[in-house]
């Protein structure tokens, strides 16, 4: 018996996530719709694809050598269907992104205002999570694209360059290095700093610009920039974060300035190469570069730099 479509794309969302339950959310179908499809392709293709234990499933090597097969097939059959569509005279008219928090304040949504605008069939879904989800459903291929940070370590999507810019300290209203141009390591020692302790990488350099051992009790760490920005308006502490930020303190009185050492990074849009990003994807591309040349002068103002490539 020849494996279906849907068991394999099932099974490629199942291999990445190793929980039904998961699985079964992101693709809004039962858990026993689940188990039953992988159980169906390993009868299928006749060889075990999973070791079920208490402590949960893991795959067999044999699944690990299938799954680029797997990929590959259905790589192609999306590429065929989206071939035939243009043959038919159809085009996508749908677009589903997934981004982080910060940018959904006003980038993305001036962004589609825009693309409606052009496209006003267009249908768009927008969603939002942390940067290490934001990978995750690209990868599972649950959305068309992905706005999130550098370093990415998924070999198999593309990464398109957005904008770079350096992380800036929030601080609460009326805070007295408010009157300095810039603010430095050395001026925190004596500050409870807010950081964000699921994106790894910058809670490590964050730490790291620090010369002496902090105590980690001075550290509050969240996981959304923009919880890290509530907690400094409430006078919780300080935060050293991105300045996307800055779009929902509009209005507050919380301060931003430079923070050195200088920490940078890097905005990506992320998708998969096969079958690429659509025309209405790379419309919402392009106006979304104009709406962050645009930031970029606002966060010029508060004296933090940045680089849009061209």
Excluded: W
Excluded at 29 to 44: F, H, R, Y
Aim: proline share 5%; aromatic share 4%; hydrophobic share 45%.
């Amino acid at each position: 018996m020849r494996p279906s479509v849907r068991h394999l794309e099932i099974f490629r969302l199942f291999s990445r996530v190793l929980n039904v339950t998961e699985t079964a959310r992101i693709l809004r179908i039962t858990q026993p719709s689940v188990s039953q499809a992988l159980k169906d392709l390993e009868m299928q293709l006749g060889v075990s694809l999973l070791i079920r234990s208490k402590t949960g499933m893991r795959l067999t090597s044999a699944a690990e050598e299938l799954l680029s097969s797997m990929d590959g097939v259905l790589d192609n059959i999306q590429l065929l269907s989206d071939r035939a569509a243009r043959l038919r005279g159809e085009q996508r008219n749908q677009l589903s992104v997934c981004t982080v928090l910060p940018l959904t304040a006003a980038l993305v949504p001036h962004a589609i205002e825009r693309v409606r605008k052009e496209k006003p069939d267009v249908r768009i879904v927008i969603e939002s999570y942390s940067s290490r989800e934001v990978i995750q459903r690209v990868q599972d291929r649950s959305v068309d694209l992905g706005l999130t940070f550098l370093p990415i370590e998924v070999p198999d999507l593309i990464q398109h360059p957005l904008m770079t810019t350096e992380m800036a300290c929030l601080l609460p209203p009326g805070h007295a290095l408010a009157a300095k141009d810039v603010v430095t390591a050395d001026d925190l020692l004596e500050e409870t700093i807010i950081t964000l302790g699921l994106q790894v990488r910058q809670e490590f350099d964050v730490r790291l610009a620090f010369d002496r051992p902090l105590d980690d009790t001075r550290f509050i760490t969240t996981n959304l920039s923009t919880i890290a920005s509530d907690m400094v308006r409430q006078g919780m502490g300080v935060a050293i974060t991105l300045p996307y930020v800055l779009q929902h303190l509009e209005g507050s009185e919380v301060a931003a300035r430079p923070f050195r050492p200088l920490i940078k990074r890097s905005l990506v849009a992320i998708f998969h190469n096969h079958p690429g990003l659509s025309p209405i994807g790379r419309l919402f591309l392009k106006h979304l570069r104009a709406e962050l040349r645009t930031f970029a002068e606002i966060i010029g103002q508060y004296g933090l730099t940045s680089r849009i490539p061209s």
